[in-house]
């Protein structure tokens, strides 16, 4: 189960310039994130926490999923593991995540010349 656990953001990189990327308002930045992952086998549940929001998606990689953005649209996509990295299309960029020297380790990649890519490293809590 190497990526169940609890783990406390770090440390991230072009994080306002994403949510300006895929069209979310400027938010406040330096919350406290907090990622949980349960993995049981190919079937994970992925929340993650900021003071007031939540957000959380279930799937199975291998499988078309029914998935949620950070606001809320819900979608359909393959999630699939590529070596020891999760990879998932959302409709405004590509997710990716893996652990690292017991570090999580999130990129979402926003498509095109002028992509931008969110860096988030999380220590396990």
Known sequence: MAFTGKYE???QEN???FLEAIGLLKAKTDHKVVTEVVQDGNNFTWTQ???NWT???SFTVGQEC???TMTGAKFTAPVTMEGDKISIQFPQYHFTA???EDKLVMN???PGEKG???KRVSKRI
């Open 55 to 57: 957000w959380s998606n």
């Open 66 to 68: 029914e998935l949620a």
């Open 15 to 17: 994080y306002e310039e």
């Open 116 to 118: 931008v890519t969110l």
């Open 98 to 100: 893996e652990i690292l």
């Open 108 to 110: 979402c990649i926003t």
């Open 49 to 51: 926490t900021i003071p």
């Open 9 to 11: 953001l770090e440390s």
